[in-house]
Structures are given as structure tokens and as C-alpha cells.
């Protein structure tokens, strides 16, 4: 025989519930933001190294850094020893005495390959 529950106490139990699965969520998302930020600075990385002629120093900065958010986490990418270079390296810039170098497009196929990622992971964990 089904137990009779009261409307007050059936709406703390549904309340519980989800704030115990809204933290599950949290805690999975903050686990695969840290793993695809690891996996996109071996991944620039390694782009770096084979992309450019003297690449060593360059790749050798890479970092992630996860902040906490009001939301959960989230993971920032970045060259922590020379921030200005990415951008130059990335999308080209002009040169002293006229003309442009070229840019050689080396982070924004490892961001399209994280997003696809983060969004398979969030459909397999949840």
C-alpha cells in the first residue's frame, strides 16, 4: 500500500532532489572543463612546435588556468609567458618596413575541436 505524503513534505523531497542533481551537474561540468583544458594545451602545444621555426619558449608557456564562477568553473587557456604572441602569430601583423606576415591559424582549430568535445561530453555525463 502506497504511503500518503504531505504536499509540504513532497515539496522539500522535490527540492532536495534537484539541488542534489543540480551539484552532480556542477561537479561533472567543473571535471570535464579541467580535462579539455589539459587536453587544449598539449593540443596547442604541440601545434606550436610543429607550426613555427624556433617554437620551444612559445609552446613552453601554454597554461590552463580554471577560475570558480558564480555557475560552476571554468577553464581559460592562455600563454602566461608572452600573452601579446598568440594573437600576432594567430591572425598575422605588419611587418617594420611595410607588408604583412601572414597568420598561421594554430588555436582556433583547437578551440572548434574542444567545443565539439565539450559538448559530446555533456551529453554522455548527463
Avoid: C
Avoid at 534537484?18 to 601545434?47: F, S
Avoid at 594567430?90 to 611595410?98: I, M, P, R
Amino acid at each position: 500500500m502506497a504511503k500518503k505524503v504531505k504536499s509540504k513534505d513532497l515539496e522539500i523531497r522535490i527540492s532536495e532532489m534537484l539541488e542534489e542533481y543540480g551539484d552532480e551537474i556542477k561537479e561533472n561540468l567543473d571535471e570535464i572543463t579541467q580535462k579539455l583544458g589539459k587536453l587544449g594545451v598539449k593540443e596547442i602545444k604541440d601545434r606550436a612546435k610543429s607550426t613555427f621555426n624556433n617554437p620551444e619558449e612559445y609552446a613552453a608557456g601554454w597554461k590552463a588556468t580554471n577560475e570558480k564562477t558564480r555557475y560552476g568553473s571554468e577553464t581559460i587557456i592562455h600563454n602566461a609567458t608572452k600573452p601579446w604572441l598568440p594573437h600576432l602569430l594567430e591572425f598575422g601583423h605588419a611587418k617594420v618596413n611595410g607588408g604583412r606576415v601572414a597568420g598561421r591559424p594554430h588555436i582556433k582549430p583547437v578551440e572548434e575541436m574542444l567545443i565539439k568535445k565539450f559538448e559530446e561530453e555533456v551529453k554522455s555525463k548527463l
